[in-house]
C-alpha cells in the first residue's frame, strides 16, 4: 500500500467510525511521523556520509595544491638558472623522491588509501 492509499484509508476508518477532525489530525500525524522515521535515520547517515566525502576532498584538493606549488617553485627556479647561466644542476629524480615521500606522508597523516 503506497503512501496516499494508506492516507485515503485512515480517512475512510475516521469516517466509518465517526472520528472528530482532531482525532484525525491526529492520526495522520501518528502515521506521518512513523513514515517519516527511518527518513530521518537515514538522513543522517547521508549527512555524515556526505562531509566523510567533503573532508576526503578537502584533503585532495589541498595536496594537489601543495603540489602545484612546489611545481611552480621548482620550474621559476630552473628558469632562473637558465636566464642568469647559474649552470646548477637539477636533479630531476631526487624531485621526484622528494614529491614521493611527501605524498607518502600526507596518505599516512590524513589515512588515506589510494
Known amino acids: ?20 477532525p482532531k482525532v484525525f489530525a491526529r492520526n495522520t500525524i501518528e502515521f506521518f511521523n512513523e513514515v517519516n522515521e ?3 535515520d537515514e ?16 584533503v585532495y584538493l589541498d595536496m594537489l595544491v601543495t603540489i602545484d606549488e612546489s611545481l611552480k617553485v621548482f ?4 628558469e632562473e638558472n637558465e ?5 646548477d644542476e637539477i636533479d630531476y629524480r631526487e624531485c621526484i623522491v622528494n614529491l614521493k615521500k611527501s605524498l607518502d606522508e600526507y596518505k599516512k597523516v590524513n589515512k588515506l588509501r589510494y
Request: hydrophobic fraction near 30%; aromatic fraction near 12%; avoid cysteine.
Open 1 to 20: 500500500m503506497n503512501i496516499n492509499e494508506e492516507l485515503e484509508d485512515i480517512y475512510t476508518r475516521a469516517i466509518y467510525d465517526g472520528l472528530s
Open 38 to 40: 527511518p527518513l530521518k
Open 75 to 78: 620550474f621559476k627556479e630552473e
Open 83 to 87: 636566464r642568469f647561466s647559474f649552470n
Open 43 to 58: 538522513n543522517i547517515e547521508l549527512k555524515y556520509q556526505l562531509k566523510k566525502s567533503q573532508d576526503k576532498e578537502n
